[in-house]
């Protein structure tokens, strides 16, 4: 591996980005947390070269491939090149990305010849990897006859129906989903290879949002005032004296058809170029499951770096925003277990340490597991964090007190994730993580530095804190009463000695 010219270099002149208070008002003890800011100070430094449309899906959104599935909390092809160049991988490297989500680290590695490795929690982003994957494999004859197929046939009618989850009902206009699961029906009889069949199945996840009366964004699925469930709950509001939701208007919705041909007509687009100029052989694969449990399965010393965005510590559920494509692939009652098994992002979840231990214990590793939860519980800015929620608690500025546990719970895990990455990395091997500050009831969450020194205990060196130059803003309910608090956004770089 090349060494990585700008990491152990600190930069001094960034000092500024070091905030000097964590707790609104000063109502909560910050010390630990200063003390961090002031402890990584040199490694913060401010650039261009990552700006918040790299760091988004934003720049995906017309890439080739990459666009093909939606995915608003992924990152972008270009920013994973960058990071790749930065970090001296090059083909014939092994790189890993624990929360794989749409899998922009593994294909980005596809396409430069690298091998990767990834994990991933939700089955969508599963089925969206199959279909992208394949990609040099596709046999572009018979995905133009299916286009053309498409294009001119009606498919036959079916009493099929959606399996939608209670989340979902009433997501699709009448006609919609009709028309939606004749599609369903018709491409499972089509006598077609294994490949056109897995790509179908894709397109159709991919163009479920588009033709339904939802729309992700952030923390929530919103819904067009037109869906049942929306008239129906404002009959009920009316009846109670209550205003109507107003609710979004998503305009003339596609049908399926003509949904189905534009994505269908992209990917063939993007085919057609990739195809002529194939890149290096290498191997990815995406493994299944929690990354808390699936990253003590791996051997030791063998991945050249890390690249990776985990779930932010901001409540947002993927369960409820990808829920239409879940149900599609007919997750049922398992969205109870997949909400659980997501990285404590969300106020729902429930402690995973019994389960850690007891996955542990089951691979003789019971040591690591100690060892690991002790040094989260030394990290005295996540001690003082803890007490400084339960402070705010006391006081009643928390409004879901599942969040005191999500945060705690979000470090503890981490913590493991930063151990077991500790463990399958090379010496000398970089990890990379991308992540948001965030702030609750007025106290601010470090999670760059909080994360950095916690990875520190578990053995890394600190190298980098990049901090996106347009930082983040805060929820409009924090701003209401605690003001506007610019938030870093960052990139944090460590690397096993
Ligand atoms: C911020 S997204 C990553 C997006 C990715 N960088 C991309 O470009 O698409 C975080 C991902 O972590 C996944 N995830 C959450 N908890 C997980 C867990 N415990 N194990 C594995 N994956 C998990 C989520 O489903 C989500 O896809």
Request: hydrophobic share 40%.
């Amino acid at each position: 591996m090349q060494q990585l010219s700008l990491l152990p270099q600190l930069t001094d002149n960034y000092e500024h980005l070091a905030r000097r208070t964590f707790s609104h008002s000063g109502v909560c003890e910050d010390g630990a947390r200063q003390a961090l800011d002031a402890r990584y100070a040199g490694l913060f430094e401010e650039t261009d070269k990552f700006n918040r449309r790299l760091v988004s899906f934003q720049a995906n959104k017309t890439e080739t491939l990459h666009s093909w599935v939606k995915y608003r909390e992924g990152f972008s092809a270009a920013l994973v090149e960058l990071l790749i160049s930065e970090l001296g991988i090059r083909a014939g490297d092994t790189i890993l990305d624990p929360f794989a989500g749409s899998c922009t680290t593994l294909l980005t590695a596809k396409m430069l010849g690298i091998h990767a490795l990834g994990v991933e929690l939700l089955p969508h982003c599963h089925l969206a990897w199959r279909g992208k994957s394949a990609v040099f494999d596709y046999d572009l004859s018979e995905l133009r006859m299916l286009r053309d197929l498409i294009e001119t046939t009606d498919p036959p009618p079916t009493r099929d129906a959606f399996p939608h989850l209670a989340i979902t009902e009433t997501a699709f206009p009448i006609e919609a989903e009709a028309e939606l699961m004749r599609y369903v029906r018709w491409f499972e009889m089509l006598e077609i290879s294994e490949l056109a069949h897995t790509l179908l199945k894709m397109l159709i996840m991919s163009i479920l949002e588009e033709i339904s009366y939802t729309r992700k964004d952030g923390q929530y699925l919103r819904w067009d005032r037109r869906a049942g469930k929306m008239q129906a709950n404002n009959a009920k509001r009316i009846e109670h004296g209550k205003k109507p939701v107003r609710g979004i208007h998503k305009g003339k919705l596609p049908t399926v058809k003509q949904a189905l041909l534009e994505s269908f007509g992209k990917v063939i687009y993007d085919v057609t170029r990739l195809q002529t100029d194939p890149p290096l052989e290498s191997r990815q694969e995406l493994l299944f499951g929690n990354a808390l449990y699936v990253l003590p399965t791996l051997d030791s010393d063998q991945i050249d770096g890390v690249i990776t965005s985990p779930p932010y510590a901001n409540r947002y559920d993927y369960t409820r925003t990808y829920a239409l494509e879940l149900a599609f692939l007919g997750v049922e009652d398992g969205i109870f277990d997949l909400r659980q098994n997501l990285l404590s992002c969300t106020v729902e979840n429930r402690s995973k340490e019994e389960m850690l231990y007891g996955t542990y214990r089951s691979l003789g590793r019971a040591d690591f597991c100690e060892e690991t939860l002790a040094a989260a519980r030394r990290n005295a800015a996540l001690s003082e964090i803890n007490a400084a929620l339960r402070e705010r608690d006391r006081l009643g500025e928390i409004n879901n007190r599942g969040v005191l546990s999500m945060i705690d719970q979000y470090f503890i895990e981490l913590a493991f994730i930063f151990a077991e990455l500790y463990r399958v990395c090379r010496h000398g091997a970089k990890v990379v993580f991308v992540n948001d500050n965030v702030r609750y009831a007025g106290e601010i969450i470090p999670v760059d530095t909080l994360s950095t020194s916690l990875a520190e205990s578990l053995g890394f060196i600190p190298r980098k804190i990049y901090v996106l130059p347009q930082r983040k803003g805060n929820s409009s309910q924090q701003m209401g009463r605690y003001g506007r608090e610019e938030l870093r956004k960052s990139i944090t770089i460590w690397q096993k000695p």
